[in-house]
């Protein structure tokens, strides 16, 4: 198993977790404090490992520099490696990160409820790219 098929079944169980814990609203209640720290943990170590996976792939096709962390996000799009129509999701998620601590509970709820889909079609995206990758080193014979 390459590296990315595992981080790729990491993100998708962590993606999967808090889909569905978001939309469960008594979870992430102001009095159940652990529920919704652990929520916004994954949500933050699924956002950087994106953003993290999305800088190597520019880094190893030569792409142009992002900017800023938001901009891997369009860097990635222009070169077909994600979908344009997820892009505003992804960059309003890597936005939003340095200033998490700044959000209400309803209001990164609805960020993550925004947001996680997007996050779900560019680990699909990934994975195809790696497969893609993985398939013009080895083809089969």
Do not use: W
């Amino acid at each position: 198993m390459n590296y990315f098929q595992s981080q790729s079944e990491n993100l998708k169980k962590n993606i999967a977790e808090i889909k569905s814990t978001i939309k469960d609203p008594d979870l992430l209640s102001s009095a159940d404090h652990q529920a919704f720290e652990r929520i916004i943990y994954l949500f933050q170590s699924v956002i950087k490992s994106v953003i993290d996976t999305g800088n190597n792939i520019i880094i190893n096709n030569d792409f142009r520099n992002p900017l800023n962390t938001a901009d891997v996000f369009i860097s990635l799009a222009e070169n077909n490696i994600i979908s344009p129509s997820i892009v505003p999701g992804l960059k309003k998620a890597a936005l939003m990160m340095p200033k998490m601590k700044s959000y209400t509970h309803p209001e990164l709820v609805d960020i993550m409820q925004q947001c996680i889909g997007d996050f779900n079609q560019c680990v699909n995206s990934f994975t195809e790219y790696f497969k893609r990758k993985k398939d013009e080193v080895s083809p089969c014979t």
